[in-house]
């Protein structure tokens, strides 16, 4: 997950000259009004990889905000004091008040990470950590205290690259870095980050990713959050049913689809030939015996005219008719929709040695219904949650869940459409909500950018398709259904 | 935790007859509405005591309402159609419309309980299913379903001869019987049923206890609970930040503290004896160098004039002054007021080898601020959570906790009202306030009651203490003291 934060973030120096006046005056405004009206307290955890900057941007937010109001309580090791008391009470302790605002550092989450990652606790063991952690932030919310939390992510080589070098000038923390560069090496420590983001990322308490390659982004970015999310506070008497908006306007962020090579392409040979044996081996997976202790739940979804239709009929060609089924997912139906939401998806889950496939999912809650408005801010906040949630359960009860996105480029959906309209046998294909829909460019771009970073879990990952080119397309969701059937027979 | 519900709460047929009535005309109107607006759909969980008489109080509530909007949905081991597919797989097909109401028998508690009591699982894997629950039960509230859950409950001994009974007459289901009844004997049982409750006892999903041991009691409860929690939600358009209010008026119920025997006594010469033998033995026991690895929290509570200073000073006498501190409670510092409400108690919590003692506690917040309404009802209804998990913290860190209700009479307390307006070195104990707490007796017992139901958990259990008379309180209280120490050393 947070897939975005792994690309090059960046703003150039000139820009930030730019944007940094507006940002402190909107800062300094904000926590003037927060300290006269005294009616909530702020937490801002600052969390994440080492390397990335914390301790810089924790300087510059103390630069642009008056300092007097501003305290940053940081955790190491317990002093004896702290070690005589239960785990919480120095966090307990150092509470802010109303008015105030306290930056944490080496939070409630750094030793459950810590015992975690290296094995010295179980992964339940950890999951019960998160649940305390969990009932502490709602009762902080419903207690008046803003907690905005933020982890700093880097690429992985690059905070390899950056370990070293502060390994060598710091020689006498090297063994907690050996120790760190070697939990982040193996395999399981971006689940431990996932499964610590997913759990504990509510609507109450909310995970800010900075990516923090660029000093100059990542100091903007943190701004711009504080700034947004306190004024957001300051206008409501009452905590919401958020603590604040997910995303941040102001400032253009790469989103994982900007990292799809779109320019991927195949020729008719090479795909003649690789769509044979694909289409082969998935028909040979699915008639395995074995094949009758899973289900395969398969999601499409994309752009208009990315070629949804044409990649599912080259899935279901090779298929036994029937194993599976297609549905076409379009507005709800009345009895669907006196019903929660992800009743429609459920009714629909296959039971062993079945195949689903959805043409648009259950991701429509947070792609177009929050586009169009259909449903409230809060309802698509905590979908992604109830999604990652509806998704473990599949998983766990041996069921392979599959989920493409596939992206072509505006000028391309616009010679598409184009094409649609001029053959008569496709125009029924094309309907004035596609043009709509179009001119909403922009927010489904972020939505679905945001939907990439929030649902790509290990358990279900998303797979980004080029699909800009049809074949390239249909022969990558073809070959990633086979890699995860035959990962799981 | 629920101890009310092991006390012998009854209904003459006269009573019941007198209240049936108004009970069905409240029940139908309000389904009506529910049906005529569609605007939210309710699910009634049934569980409990086997022989508690779940299906006799079902088949009750279709009697008084209209059983064409009302589906029983009971679920046993898996069909194969269900066992093909994920656990909630069938809770999701079954889910009612807008405006139905849907009672769930043998719904998403009975695997993973099941599961807990028979040894199949592990204490934290039973967690994660109620995380799990917990989530289902919050989407379904998010999603304008009104869950309402019944424990249906009988003091020990009542339930074993009932399932005797059942075990004669229904050879088939003897199997099963004698898992429970065993289950029921063993220790833990009881403990699953609590961690089931308290984890999953939600402002968005409340659990409400039936006393089930006399038939119009039972369906009098269910009926007004069903009724009132009706017409809560149809007032609102939208949920509310509770599901329904925790009580429901309108019945009176024996609580905990009825069972009090307040006759209990102890003569002068006795309790000279017994005083000095446990002062010892406290003494004794905080002498110990293994005291210095745990510490002890002490919070007492009670009606006003009940002795609670009296007893502390019992309490104290033997103890060395430098490692115990008596905190008063009375209304919160501006400093902490500023705070959540917990941090005035947690700043107070004693270092390891140390002993807190509390006049008056952290339950103001369900007894004095409940009742004054110092508090929203959201408020105190999500602070029994709180304080379970924040006692759950201090006993996982060794510190021992205890809690002490002293109980007195309405009647007893007027004399000691009056004994301390004569006495003139007695006149500042006793103030208009007092006298004023005196009028609302009543709601401060229903408060009291609930808050010994729904904090008495098996990590820190309330122990009731009849203290009409002042000698036998002070050695029911050093005694406990002693015995909880001596466990934990």
């Not at 648009?360 to 449903?375: K, N, Q, T």
Request: with cysteine.
């Amino acid at each position: 997950m947070f897939k975005s934060a792994e690309l090059p973030q960046t703003l150039s120096k000139q820009e930030f000259r730019e944007m940094e006046p507006d940002l402190r005056i909107g800062l300094l405004q904000a926590q003037l009004q927060l300290v006269e009206e005294r009616k909530f307290s702020v937490i801002l955890v600052i969390a994440g990889l080492d390397g990335a900057g914390k301790n810089e941007a924790i300087s510059r937010l103390h630069e642009w905000m008056d300092p007097r109001h501003l305290a940053c309580n940081a955790y190491g090791e317990p002093t004896e004091e702290e070690r005589l008391r239960p785990p919480f009470w120095r966090f307990w302790r150092d509470l802010p008040e109303k008015g105030e605002i306290s930056i944490v550092v080496g939070s409630w989450y750094q030793l459950p990470m810590r015992r975690h990652a290296t094995s010295k606790c179980s992964r339940r063991e950890f999951e019960l950590d998160l649940i305390t952690i969990n009932a502490f932030e709602e009762m902080l919310f419903n207690e008046n205290v803003l907690i905005l939390k933020f982890w700093f992510d880097l690429p992985v080589d690059e905070q390899k690259k950056r370990m070293k070098e502060l390994a060598k000038r710091r020689r006498r923390v090297r063994h907690i870095l050996e120790e760190w560069t070697q939990f982040m090496d193996d395999g399981t420590a971006r689940e431990t980050v996932e499964e610590m983001a997913l759990r504990t990322s509510t609507a109450q308490a909310p995970w800010y990713v900075i990516p923090a390659l660029d000093e100059e982004y990542r100091d903007i970015a943190l701004g711009q959050i504080v700034s947004s999310a306190l004024r957001y506070r300051l206008e409501r008497p009452e905590p919401d049913s958020i603590a604040a908006p997910a995303i941040v306007a102001g400032m253009k962020r790469r989103s994982a689809l900007d990292a799809v090579d779109l320019s991927a392409k195949l020729d008719k040979d090479d795909y003649e030939k690789e769509l044979e044996h694909w289409q082969e081996e998935l028909a040979t997976l699915t008639d395995k015996k074995k094949f009758r202790d899973i289900a395969l739940v398969a999601a499409f979804e994309g752009n208009d005219a990315a070629g949804k239709g044409g990649a599912i009929r080259r899935v279901t060609r090779p298929l036994d008719p029937r194993i599976y089924k297609v549905h076409p997912i379009a507005a709800p139906s009345d009895e669907e929709k006196a019903r929660p939401y992800l009743w429609r998806f459920w009714r629909r889950i296959p039971r062993k040695g079945r195949i689903a496939i959805f043409d648009r999912s259950w991701y429509g809650r947070v792609l177009v219904e929050r586009v169009e408005g259909f449903c409230t801010e809060a309802d698509w906040m905590r979908a992604y949650n109830e999604i990652n949630e509806f998704e473990q359960q599949l998983v766990e009860d041996d069921i392979v869940v599959a989920k493409f996105w596939l992206a072509i480029s505006e000028e391309e959906q616009l010679a598409r459409f184009k094409a649609r309209e001029e053959t008569a046998y496709k125009q029924f294909k094309i309907t004035d909500e596609d043009w709509r829909n179009r001119l909403k460019w922009g927010a489904y771009e972020v939505a679905a950018g945001e939907m990439i970073d929030r649902t790509s879990t290990s358990a279900a990952p998303w797979t980004l398709v080029a699909a800009e080119d049809k074949r390239h397309a249909r022969i990558t969701v073809l070959k990633t259904l086979c890699k995860q059937l035959k990962k799981a027979l």
